[in-house]
């Protein structure tokens, strides 16, 4: 079976003449995990809304395998976003259990695997009878990790599933989304907040700044590319002159900088300067810093 | 379940909610009835059942679309369901569900009638048939339109209507048999209509798909918050 691949082209999303994402291009290939990391109001939950077609884009298309996934049943088979569910909000869903959200997925879910659901239903506790204007918020992220890993589409996508849960629960997730994915070779794309305790899970990390793709690489090169250099200024800028450098916080005489360094780079020289490496967090903020600079 | 069946499933739901009440209150006079016999139950059939049938359904139809659209829709779109399809489903369940009832309306005015069925009367639930259409149709439009604009008053007039229409229909009717001795006459009455049928139903026609055309035209880009 050939690989799927999930592009968008060029998507812009406008609210009010407002563009909240500005033409943005992204290929997610089969058999990934995408971490999408961006600020509150990046555009994260709108960007993956487009790319399941539960919101129209303003312009720009997004594609499975070429094919337009816009109001495209056999497209939409295949993606499935769990967004956040808030009944508390205007979609007049808060009077609907549990139960009714499962039955709603076996019914419209075509590869809905009703085991799974219930296995997970049962790990978290989840009582099925219970409206979900009564769930905590905990509770609504486990109903929704349960209807996107039990959804079984190959590409999946989750925001901020573990916002609320607690630590033994995140844990469970974590875990419960290493096996499905080591069983299945899905494509999972997980919106979150919680960078460094996600990080080893992505392979590939989106950054999301103010409506762009600021980067989307491959996890372990950004870090292994990425160095915090600091020292006396002099030492710093000789250090890194020439290479693509990010968020300089300059204190009296001292300087640090975050550097990028690409395949095979090195620094200029490394004699009076510390050199650090970056975790995905570290990175994150230098990154959206620079660009606010 | 297959789509037939889930829309069918939708008629159901949408059908017993106001055949189930009506007939409630046709069962209450008719044990109120000093003499129970099969003519009793030919007067009820034909002079209160189908009659109520109709004006509640309306109403009740009205609160049913709206459901529909403001939690069962986005939920299906959530889930991978096309806009067109919903919609599709949508027109399916409103005629089927408007169809059975005045079906239903139609075999209890024949067997309350029988043997001297008038045509007026099968006409009268002709045009409730009518209005049922209708008042989904604008149902339909009004609660789309609040989707789109998230502005709750635009459903709230027609909710707390078809509620009152209800809650009155219901209320009257339990008043009067709890007062009244007979049975109760509930009639259709669209005389308006007689003047020009064809006419009327060319404006209702046109009306109808003026409204299905502008809530299609906001269905098929609506937002889904769930």
């Known amino acids: 079976m050939s690989e799927k691949i999930l592009q968008c082209r060029g998507i812009v999303k406008e609210y009010r003449k407002q563009e909240v994402l500005h033409n943005i291009d992204l290929t997610l290939e089969q058999g990934k995990i995408y971490g999408l990391i961006g600020r509150n109001g990046a555009g994260k939950t709108t960007l993956l809304s487009i790319l399941s077609a539960q919101n129209p884009a303003t312009s720009g298309d997004v594609l499975l395998n070429g094919e337009k996934v816009w109001e495209n049943s056999r497209a939409l088979e295949e993606i499935f976003f769990s967004r956040e569910i808030s009944p508390n909000a205007v979609g007049d869903s808060s009077g609907l259990r549990v139960k009714d959200y499962l039955e709603m997925a076996e019914a419209y879910l075509p590869k809905w695997d009703k085991n799974m659901a219930e296995e997970l239903v049962e790990l978290f506790h989840l009582d099925k009878k219970k409206k ?103 030492e710093v800028d000789e250090a890194v002159k020439g290479k693509e450098i990010h968020h300089q916080e300059i204190l009296g005489r001292s300087k640090s900088v975050m550097v990028r360094l690409k395949e095979g780079e090195t620094l200029n020289q490394t004699q009076g300067i510390t050199l650090q490496p970056m975790n995905l967090q570290k990175v994150f903020v230098s990154l959206c810093a620079g660009e606010e600079e | 379940m297959k789509r037939g069946k889930r829309i069918l499933k939708v008629v159901w739901e949408n059908v017993w909610v106001g055949s189930g009440m009506v007939f409630l209150l046709c069962i209450a006079q008719f044990f109120r009835l000093s003499q129970w016999s099969l003519e009793s139950v030919k007067e009820i059939a034909g002079s209160m059942f189908a009659g109520g049938l109709v004006i509640v359904s309306a109403a009740t139809l009205m609160l049913m679309v709206y459901s529909r659209y403001s939690v069962y829709e986005p939920l299906k779109i959530f889930m991978g369901y096309t806009r067109k399809k919903s919609f599709e489903d949508m027109q399916f369940a409103k005629l089927l569900s408007a169809l059975f009832i005045a079906l239903i309306s139609a075999a209890a005015v024949t067997f309350g009638r029988w043997p001297s069925v008038k045509t007026e009367d099968l006409t009268m639930v002709f045009w409730g048939f009518v209005l049922m259409m209708l008042v989904q149709g604008a ?23 078809a509620c009152a229409g209800i809650g009155g229909f219901v209320g009257y009717n ?3 048999i709890i007062d009244a001795e007979d049975i109760i006459e509930i009639q259709m009455s669209f005389l308006f209509l007689q003047e020009n049928p064809l006419l009327w139903l ?18 098929k880009n609506l937002e889904i918050r769930i």
Do not use: C
Request: proline share 1%.
């Open chain 2, 174 to 176: 339990v008043m009067a």
């Open chain 1, 132 to 234: 979900t204007l009564k769930l905590s918020k905990g509770m609504l992220s486990m109903l929704s990790i349960v209807l996107a890993l039990a959804s079984k589409a190959e590409f999946t996508f989750m925001d901020e599933p573990v916002s609320g849960l607690d630590v033994v629960a995140r844990e469970q997730f974590y875990r419960l989304l290493l096996e499905e994915f080591t069983e299945s070779g899905r494509t999972f794309v997980i919106s979150t907040h919680i960078i460094e305790e996600a990080a080893d899970l992505f392979e590939e990390v989106i950054f999301l700044h103010e409506g762009r793709i600021l980067l989307k690489e491959n996890t372990q090169e950004l870090l292994e590319h990425s160095i915090y250099v600091s020292g006396r200024a002099e």
């Open chain 2, 202 to 219: 060319l404006v209702f026609i046109v009306v109808y798909h003026l409204m299905e055309y502008f809530s299609w035209k906001l269905l």
């Open chain 2, 139 to 161: 149902m339909e439009l009004l609660t789309i339109l609040y989707l789109k604009t998230r502005k709750q008053w635009i459903v709230l007039a027609a909710i707390v209507v």
